[in-house]
């Protein structure tokens, strides 16, 4: 059935390319961003599209784009640099934004998915990190802007659901990368691959021994449309469970790139988590999920993307 879905935030990284899935399958998409993060470019393929239009508001302000079946809120700066400059505006999306988006919910009758993060388990005790637990988090370090307004927005979303009846769906997302992704957004991959290409050592903070797990784009939002069909309401984790240090990471991007730079080691991130990998039991029986894309080919994938930004 062809609907007509609202996605917020849709000018960002994971918005944008979900608003390409939703219009390849013949669903019509508004888009909604206040650019503060988001990169029209990212939807400037897009623009003779009948599908889809994009309106530049703030959805922590009031609004009302008609009568939708399904909303998607991805709405949120994601990367360090963004929330970090962008605090309190992090903090306001996750509360007063989601709310907003969760009242058109309520008002159409229509299906709810918010984005959350694995950022909600904090540094983890423990591992890997299966959605039953409750997390490790600072809530008043410098990450806490992001963590905790993804926290509180996974209690309003199951607020609503619970005393509303929104049929709400909770992904927490772990690190995504591919085409798209901001160069400049100090995320490993991003900083990794830019760094290679433009012959400088690549930055590896602490020891190197933190560990992420690495999750292509096309995976990830395939996992994110199969939950938002389903029948669960509790969050999901959406992630790849192959777990590499971060200095494991940087030598996958120097035999790729084949940079002879080296690496360069800085001083530890504060409250950067030490341990990263998802639990995916959960997505593999109700969804039937799990990424397929391994981390070199998802490398060899956007090198491409990235060598257009040098």
């Not at 909303?71 to 360090?80: D, G, K, M």
């Not at 996992?223 to 999901?236: F, I, K, M």
């Not at 959960?282 to 090198?303: D, F, M, N, S, V």
Request: proline share 6%.
């Amino acid at each position: 059935m062809k609907t007509r879905v609202l996605v917020t935030g849709a000018a960002g990284f994971l918005g944008s390319h979900l608003t390409d899935r939703l219009l390849a399958e013949g669903h019509s998409v508004v888009g909604v961003d206040n650019l503060s993060t988001g990169n029209p470019a990212n939807l400037e393929h897009l623009k003779n599209e009948p599908g889809f239009t994009l309106e530049q508001l703030d959805i922590c302000e009031p609004f009302d784009v008609g009568p939708v079946d399904y909303v998607y809120n991805f709405a949120s700066p994601a990367s360090p640099p963004g929330y970090l400059r962008l605090g309190i505006e992090t903090l306001r999306v996750g509360s007063v934004g989601t709310e907003n988006a969760l009242r058109i919910a309520e008002r159409y009758n229509a299906g709810f998915l918010h984005a959350s993060t694995s950022e909600c388990y904090g540094d983890p005790i423990e591992h890997p990190q299966s959605e039953s637990y409750w997390g490790n988090v600072n809530p008043i370090g410098p990450r806490s802007v992001y963590d905790e307004s993804k926290r509180y927005a996974e209690a309003l979303v199951m607020a609503y659901h619970r005393y509303r009846g929104v049929d709400s769906h909770l992904v927490r997302i772990f690190n995504t990368y591919g085409p798209r992704l901001d160069p400049d957004d100090g995320r490993v991959i991003s900083n990794f691959l830019m760094q290679a290409l433009r012959g400088e050592p690549l930055t590896v903070y602490g020891d190197g021994q933190q560990t992420r797990s690495f999750c292509y784009v096309s995976d990830l939002i395939e996992g994110v449309v199969r939950l938002a069909r389903s029948e669960e309401h509790l969050p999901v984790n959406i992630g790849n469970p192959v777990e590499f240090t971060v200095l494991e990471c940087a030598e996958e991007v120097i035999a790729l790139t084949c940079s002879r730079a080296g690496i360069r080691y800085e001083s530890a991130v504060e409250d950067d988590p030490s341990r990263r990998q998802p639990d995916i039991g959960k997505a593999c029986e109700l969804l039937g999920w799990e990424p397929q894309i391994t981390l070199r080919h998802g490398l060899e994938l956007c090198l491409p993307y990235f060598r257009s930004k040098l």
